[in-house]
């Protein structure tokens, strides 16, 4: 109270000698848009000097790299429940870019992120956390000109402390469906000129999430895609399970864990009926969206089933044993393989992929195609780049996988949009 | 929080003497180069050594005065692009004292005066990411008594309350695409002791000591990461050092004095520059260039003042010389304050209009010595390559009355 009394009597002091006013120092001035906000804005030289930096592989300095805007766009979508949910995804727009290109129009990949545990792992929680460029937007965007959108999907973002519906597929189609939709609004509202070609691409449970969504699209014919390129998705989730449930030990406990939790609470069945304890019950707080998958795996068990083991005896009996058994009819009714795609279709896959087997894409490409699918192939990784002089052919593992992955996809939308766009 | 911006015009100070402390508060000590601890005679002797009050005339005294520092631009020489200049200052600073009648062998005085501060400016590329602006602005309201002993002995003594207020700007511009401003005030507390022996009538012996501050400024800080920008609570400190003076006077004929003075000032005390914000920022090449303790690790310093004063039926004349250290080493100097040792030439005048009534003028040259680098040295990203810095300085035009009643 004395220091407040002083203050105020030196402050007076000083106001009546400078006779001056006062005010606090205002927030910063960042750009107001309409239905967002911008939460990163870097140009295209810092881009490039923090690639050269870093040492990123086909980039040197006469690399063109534009500049990265990335909005975070609030908007609604449906859950597993069929309740309306407010979510956010992430738009990410080139900057810098020559004129021609904005006459043309911005080609729009959505790119459905891959599996995260934590929400600080999220699209728009990372922009906003760090101001900075992150993943697969500096490839398809300051790299390759594309906009890109991530949605956050449900239980991230704007929809923390919701349950991830993990690779569970109507709920990841509707978050990423719906955010297109929002994001060519958001575009439109904003003079963000697009040119109305869409790619659907995705790593990982994005790979999934993005043939969810084509499956989607091309079921409501909401929308027309150009071209989808999921990658190392698991879209047949009961071969999957069954791979995963047959062996002795988990490579991945959070993974198949975050299956269960999550079909557990979509499918309104206790969580005990797939997982022993203690684990069942330390999953709501582990899957709280308060912790990685570092933190996560530690906490539970690389023991498959059993009485020591994350799954109960009963779920491998029942999945091997009854055909009518809940949890298999669940993943059978999520795969996202049994159907045939109209839309161009090229499953981007690593053949030395540790986590996500290349044999799913191989059953993908196989039964799309048996189905009469109109244009399926599968793009193996490592061979590719190899017959285009990057790389040496190496088999690489799911996590390595990701950046090559994702600049072969870069480089197949690009020679697309040149084909048709022109440029 | 109270967030108050005070034309810099008015309060803003700068760096005259070592660092960014400014010891010359009135026409006097403007005029001796603050060689004016022991033989004191107006109302800034509250300021400069209140124990000398117990020594004065039997009535009220008040001091007034308006100084104009011009600080020239500093000039930072290396190859291109790194070559820099920094702008020109011009400041204006009021000062007042006023000393009471004696009651008893006591007496009470008080100062309003601008203690130190810093305003560095560069608009140049390097230079910028790392003082676009640095300024510090301190006013120091400092209520003293004296208690004379004897008629050779007497002490005094004060409490400081400094007001101060910083502002600190960083641009990366083309150079990284970072930004920074963040405004902070404080107050704070401290004190001062003074001591006077009198041998004789014409010799003073004098010792003051003013105790380090730490100014502790605390507001917000905007900080950008591109064009995206981001407020935070965040606070940082920098001390007002302590300042250990022992002078001694002999004053001939009642008409001529010398005074030297020794200051010692604990530097020292300066160990970093850090900066504290309320949450970690944003990015890891933001905490490096914004958040990351900056070394100082500044040592003590001496200053050797020497000064005469004439007095001369109704004009007095004074002047001044000192030697005066810089703390900066070479490890740590910055652009914020690019400092050097500097020789310091003054002079000046009083008239005596009334019986009560005095003026005068005074002029201050405090003229820096060039600072050649040795690459590899400095910690500083860019001074680490060497270089050096000319100019700075500072020249400094008080004006000032003298009221005694």
């Not at chain 2, 560069?122 to 910028?128: N, V």
């Not at chain 2, 007095?316 to 310091?344: H, Q, R, Y």
Request: net charge negative.
């Amino acid at each position: 109270m004395e220091r407040t009394v002083i203050r105020g009597v030196m402050v007076a002091s000083l106001l009546w000698l400078s006779g001056c006013g006062s005010s606090d120092l205002s927030q910063p001035a960042n750009e107001t848009v309409i239905g967002g906000e911008v939460v990163v804005d870097l140009d295209g030289k810092s881009i490039k000097y923090s690639l050269l930096e870093q040492g990123v592989p086909g980039v040197d300095e006469n690399t063109t790299v534009y500049g990265y805007k990335a909005y975070k766009i609030p908007y609604t979508t449906t859950d597993e429940e069929g309740n309306e949910v407010a979510v956010s995804g992430l738009m990410v727009i080139p900057t810098g870019v020559p004129d021609v290109v904005k006459q043309l129009g911005f080609s729009v990949v959505s790119d459905s992120h891959g599996t995260i545990f934590a929400n600080k792992e999220a699209p728009t929680q990372i922009a906003l956390d760090t101001s900075s460029p992150d993943g697969a937007p500096v490839i398809l965007t300051s790299l390759t000109a594309f906009v890109t959108l991530q949605a956050d999907y449900i239980g991230f973002g704007d929809s923390f402390g919701h349950y991830h519906p993990f690779v569970l597929k109507r709920s990841l189609a509707n978050a990423t469906v719906d955010f297109i939709e929002a994001a060519r609004k958001f575009a439109a509202d904003n003079n963000i000129p697009l040119n109305g070609q869409l790619f659907l691409t995705g790593y990982s449970e994005g790979g999934y999430a993005a043939m969810a969504a084509l499956e989607k699209i091309e079921a409501e014919g909401s929308m027309q895609v150009t071209l989808a390129a999921p990658m190392a998705g698991p879209y047949a989730l009961d071969a999957m399970a069954q791979g995963v449930l047959f062996s002795d030990t988990l490579g991945v406990p959070s993974f198949m864990a975050d299956v269960a939790y999550a079909y557990a609470n979509a499918y309104n069945r206790p969580l005990t009926e797939l997982i022993n304890e203690p684990y069942a019950s330390k999953l709501p707080t582990l899957f709280d969206g308060l912790y990685t998958r570092e933190e996560i795996d530690p906490e539970l068990t690389t023991v498959t089933s059993g009485e020591d083991g994350l799954f109960t005896s009963a779920v491998v009996e029942n999945y091997f044993n009854d055909p009518e058994y809940w949890f298999k009819e669940a993943m059978l009714d999520n795969d996202t393989y049994q159907w045939a795609p109209q839309t161009p279709v090229r499953l981007i896959h690593c053949q030395g992929d540790d986590v996500i087997p290349y044999a799913i894409s191989e059953l993908t490409e196989g039964t799309m195609q048996a189905m009469d699918a109109a244009d399926v192939a599968l793009v193996p990784v490592e061979a590719t780049l190899a017959a285009y002089g990057m790389g040496d052919g190496s088999l690489l593992g799911h996590a390595e996988c990701a950046a090559p992955a994702y600049g072969l996809t870069a480089q197949i939308f690009s020679g697309i949009r040149e084909a048709t766009i022109g440029y | 929080m109270k967030r108050t911006l005070l034309l810099t015009t008015l309060l803003g100070s700068a760096a005259v003497a070592g660092a960014y402390k400014l010891p010359e508060q009135s026409l006097n000590s403007m005029a001796l180069g603050a060689a004016y601890v022991a033989h004191t005679t107006e109302a800034d002797t509250a300021y400069f050594n209140p124990a000398n009050m117990a020594f004065m005339g039997d009535k009220q005294y008040f001091d007034g005065a308006l100084t104009l520092i011009h600080l020239p631009s500093t000039t930072y020489t290396l190859i291109e692009p790194y070559s820099g200049e920094s702008e020109e200052e011009n400041i204006v600073t009021p000062t007042m004292h006023y000393v009471s009648n004696p009651i008893g062998n006591w007496r009470w005085g008080v100062s309003m005066t601008v203690p130190g501060g810093l305003t560095k400016r560069w608009d140049t590329a390097y230079q910028k990411l790392y003082a676009e602006e640095f300024t510090l602005k301190n006013v120091e309201l400092n209520p003293v008594f004296s208690y004379k002993v004897n008629e050779k002995f007497a002490v005094g003594g004060g409490i400081r309350v400094v007001y101060s207020e910083g502002v600190v700007k960083s641009d990366g511009g083309d150079i990284a695409p970072l930004k920074r401003h963040m405004e902070g005030d404080t107050l704070e507390f401290g004190y001062n002791l003074a001591m006077t022996y009198r041998p004789t009538d014409d010799i003073n012996i004098a010792v003051t000591y003013r105790s380090n501050i730490d100014l502790k400024e605390e507001g917000e800080a905007n900080i950008w990461f591109g064009d995206v920008g981001k407020q935070y609570s965040a606070d940082v400190t920098v001390p007002l050092p302590a300042a250990l003076n022992i002078a001694i006077s002999k004053t001939w004929d009642e008409t001529f004095t010398l005074e030297f003075n020794y200051e010692r000032t604990y530097w020292s005390s300066y160990k970093y520059l850090d900066f504290n914000y309320g949450e970690p920022l944003a990015n890891d090449l933001l905490v490096e260039k914004f958040d990351d303790p900056i070394d100082k690790h500044w040592k003590d310093t001496n200053t050797f003042r020497i000064g005469a004063t004439m007095v001369l039926n109704k004009i007095t004349f004074m002047m001044g010389f000192a030697l005066d250290e810089t703390p900066v080493p070479d490890k740590t100097i910055g652009f914020e304050l690019p400092d050097s040792d500097a020789k310091i030439f003054s002079m000046g005048f009083r008239y005596q209009q009334t019986e009560a009534l005095s003026w005068g003028a005074a002029f201050l040259w405090d003229s820096k010595e060039s600072r050649s680098l040795t690459p590899g040295v400095a910690e500083n990203e860019v001074l680490s390559y060497g270089g050096s810095f000319d100019g700075g300085g500072a020249y400094l035009t008080t004006v000032g009355i003298s009221y005694a009643f």
